[in-house]
């Protein structure tokens, strides 16, 4: 079965400091890798998407991912956090399964700016 | 841009009683998701609902649990008989394509709390 692990439940950077949050992911074939964004209150934000080609993935935000096959890892990296930046972030991978699909998600980082 | 809606946002029920959490997809999308998040953990899959039909279940869509799209616009999550350990934020998502070619998108949720 699939499953994702996101190793860090919380994490504070300061503001403007570079920020990467680590997920590894187990799945038998090519993966469909996500990364989403919760902001207090609020539903869940696609921030970027890998399913084939060019490795490193930029997505909104000024958010971009690596995926590393041999590491069977897909981290997010943000340069410069801003204290909007502040929420929790959601790896996921997905499945296609009968007619539709289904995301396994991760349990999740909280990510806490200081200024 | 078009967004996923749900209703209401918050809902406090006793045990026992029915309710029916309401989400209004994106209009073109034809895959319709319930995923649930109980308070610390992470997002679960629930069900998946293409063709006025459920394509995926998971175990914890029980006998309890119902989907239906009654018309063009609603798709809803009927519980039965609520018990505590439904008390979670519920999220209700839709895409376009069978996903992960397209990705879903969530509503802003609606948080059950079952006393």
């Known amino acids: 079965a699939q499953s994702v692990t996101q190793p860090d439940i919380h994490i504070t950077v300061s503001e403007g400091a570079s920020l990467e949050l680590r997920c590894n992911y187990s799945?038998?074939?090519?993966?469909?890798l996500f990364w989403y964004v919760q902001s207090p209150g609020q539903g869940l934000q696609l921030l970027l998407k890998?399913?084939?080609?060019?490795?490193l993935v930029q997505g909104i935000k000024g958010f971009e991912a690596e995926f590393k096959r041999s590491q069977s890892s897909f981290n997010l990296r943000k340069p410069s956090v801003h204290w909007s930046d502040a929420a929790e972030y959601f790896c996921?991978?997905?499945?296609?399964?009968?007619?539709?699909?289904?995301?396994?998600f991760g349990t999740g980082t909280r990510l806490q700016v200081t200024l | 841009e078009p967004e996923v809606t749900q209703t209401p946002s918050h809902q406090v029920t006793q045990m026992g009683q029915e309710v029916i959490l309401r989400c209004v997809p994106i209009?073109?999308?034809?895959?319709f998701y319930w995923y649930r998040q109980i308070l610390g953990q992470k997002v679960e899959f629930l069900v998946s609902?293409?063709?006025?039909?459920?394509?995926?279940k998971s175990e914890i869509f029980d006998d309890q649990f119902s989907v239906e799209r009654p018309d063009g616009s609603n798709f809803t999550l009927k519980i039965r008989s609520t018990k505590l350990e439904d008390s979670a934020m519920y999220f209700c998502?839709?895409?376009?394509?069978?996903?992960?070619?397209?990705?879903?998108?969530f509503g802003n949720g609606t948080r059950l709390t079952v006393t």
């Open positions: 609902f293409y063709n006025n039909e459920i394509s995926e």
């Open positions: 998502a839709s895409s376009e394509a069978r996903a992960p070619n397209s990705p879903l998108h």
């Open positions: 209009s073109n999308h034809l895959y």
């Open positions: 996921a991978v997905g499945q296609l399964t009968g007619t539709a699909s289904k995301l396994t």
């Open positions: 799945y038998g074939a090519t993966p469909y």
């Open positions: 890998y399913f084939s080609g060019d490795t």
